[in-house]
């Protein structure tokens, strides 16, 4: 098979990888990529947006399958575009259409449809411009910390816990006000939970499902979870507060509902589904859909993954899931993200990176990276994951951290204790 996946950070280095094992790839084209995933397959300068260039790249190359690795051209309809394109329509996509995506575009979207099909999630409620006065007057009697959340896509910035009810109606101003752009144009206000937090993924075919590894990521810049909010600074798989009880309730209380809530709608979805739970008490809650992989979660729970994704992607496309035996690593795998300096604020790009090849005992996936005349050079605020697959989580750990260690870059930065508050 000619295989397309779209996409330029760690998650879409973490596919490319597995996929270019698989017997069934023939030719992997990445778009754009960056400047590890030459290793695996074809960069090809391509916007995953410009849907036309897709087109024109895809008939070209012959493509037999399209992976979508972002949520932004999901949410845009590519899948759709595909699908309505004569000349396109033979070609399977993993990915949902515009329908299914909303569950990610859309958090208000989301949260009606958790409400209308019985779904656990915290009480919120969604203002607009048209209704700022009732919004602001709802906070005054809101239980502190209030969560305020950019209702469309705002690249991981849009979601704000502010332990301050003036500070909280200020922010409500200034998000609908254009903040995040037409990503705010509504908010939706949510309780804050007390608990924990984890990343559970299932493949969907439209019909059944396969429940994929489970991972816990880390989105504060500093050690402790201190600082600001990142795209995540490392993840590890699998979780040990997740046992067997527990994803037994997520099954039967959220993914079940979730998918029987999709057929009910007549939402046809194929791809991912990622589901933001907390875990409070013992009891599993959402509070938010993505649908597609995370990241940096992707790059823990895919070297876990035995079968050959290939095939498992075939499955999905033929809507064959329901039989389908998902093979499962014993193995613990923490994953480390490098970042830039300066990071998640102003960084500088263009700094020469060494010491790849000094890396023991992990994989190392790259992210916000370009290749400049044969030199890997960052290009990006997050611009490495290290991953490392042991018999136990403290010794993936130690590997993935230590092996952070042994790559350089001016400005570079990771945190030394992902994981360990597990332990």
């Known amino acids: 098979m000619n295989i397309l996946l779209l996409g330029s950070g760690g998650r879409e280095s973490a596919l490319a990888w597995k996929m270019s094992q698989s017997s069934e790839c023939s030719q992997l084209f990445i778009a754009p990529g960056n400047g590890g995933t030459g290793a695996y397959g074809k960069n090809i300068n391509l916007n995953p947006n410009d849907f036309e260039a897709v087109k024109a790249f895809a008939l070209k190359e012959a493509i037999d399958l399209l992976v979508v690795g972002p949520e932004e051209p999901l949410v845009n309809g590519i899948h759709d575009f595909f699908v309505n394109d004569e000349a396109l329509a033979h070609i399977p996509v993993i990915g949902p259409k515009k329908e299914g995506a909303i569950l990610e575009g859309s958090k208000d979207f989301s949260k009606q449809f958790m409400a209308r099909h019985g779904i656990p999630t915290p009480a919120s409620r969604s203002f607009t411009n048209e209704s700022l006065e009732e919004g602001l007057k709802y906070l005054e009697t809101h239980a502190l910390p209030i969560v305020l959340k950019a209702d469309g896509l705002a690249a991981g910035k849009g979601v704000l816990i502010l332990d301050n009810i003036a500070e909280a109606q200020a922010e409500l101003k200034l998000m609908l006000g254009g903040k995040f752009g037409n990503a705010g144009s509504t908010v939706v206000v949510e309780a804050f939970l007390n608990g924990i937090e984890l990343s559970v993924f299932?493949?969907?075919?439209?019909?059944?499902?396969?429940?994929?590894?489970?991972?816990?990521?880390?989105?504060?810049?500093?050690q402790a979870d201190t600082g600001l909010n990142t795209g995540g600074m490392g993840s590890v798989s699998p979780v040990p507060f997740a046992d067997e009880a527990f994803m037994t309730k997520v099954e039967q209380q959220i993914i079940i509902p979730t998918i029987n809530g999709l057929k009910k709608d007549k939402i046809d979805y194929t791809g991912f589904i990622f589901f933001g739970l907390f875990k409070v008490g013992d009891?599993?809650?959402?509070?938010?859909?993505?649908?597609?992989?995370?990241?940096?979660?992707?790059?823990?729970?895919?070297?876990?993954?035995?079968?050959?994704?290939?095939?498992?992607?075939?499955?999905?496309?033929?809507?064959?899931?329901?039989?389908?035996?998902?093979?499962?690593?014993?193995?613990?795998?923490?994953?480390?993200?490098?970042?830039?300096?300066?990071?998640?604020?102003?960084?500088?790009?263009?700094?020469?990176?060494?010491?790849?090849?000094?890396?023991?005992?992990?994989?190392?996936?790259?992210?916000?990276?370009?290749?400049?005349?044969?030199?890997?050079?960052?290009?990006?605020?997050?611009?490495?994951?290290?991953?490392?697959?042991?018999?136990?989580?403290?010794?993936?750990?130690?590997?993935?951290?230590?092996?952070?260690?042994?790559?350089?870059?001016?400005?570079?930065?990771?945190?030394?204790?992902?994981?360990?508050?597990?332990?």
């Not at 299932?202 to 500093?222: C, M, R, S």
């Not at 993954?305 to 899931?321: H, M, P, S, W, Y």
């Not at 611009?383 to 989580?393: E, H, K, P």
């Open 202 to 222: 299932v493949l969907t075919d439209g019909e059944n499902y396969v429940i994929l590894p489970e991972a816990k990521d880390y989105k504060k810049i500093g």
């Open 283 to 423: 009891e599993p809650l959402i509070i938010e859909y993505n649908c597609r992989m995370g990241d940096p979660e992707t790059e823990s729970v895919i070297p876990r993954i035995e079968n050959d994704l290939v095939e498992l992607f075939v499955a999905t496309t033929q809507k064959k899931l329901k039989d389908y035996k998902l093979k499962i690593s014993p193995k613990n795998a923490a994953t480390v993200m490098i970042v830039a300096g300066g990071y998640p604020g102003d960084y500088e790009k263009g700094k020469s990176i060494t010491g790849i090849d000094n890396v023991r005992n992990s994989l190392v996936f790259q992210a916000g990276t370009n290749l400049e005349g044969g030199v890997v050079k960052t290009n990006g605020g997050r611009v490495l994951a290290v991953t490392s697959l042991q018999d136990n989580q403290f010794d993936a750990l130690q590997s993935a951290t230590g092996d952070a260690a042994r790559i350089y870059f001016d400005g570079k930065y990771f945190r030394e204790d992902i994981g360990f508050d597990l332990m």
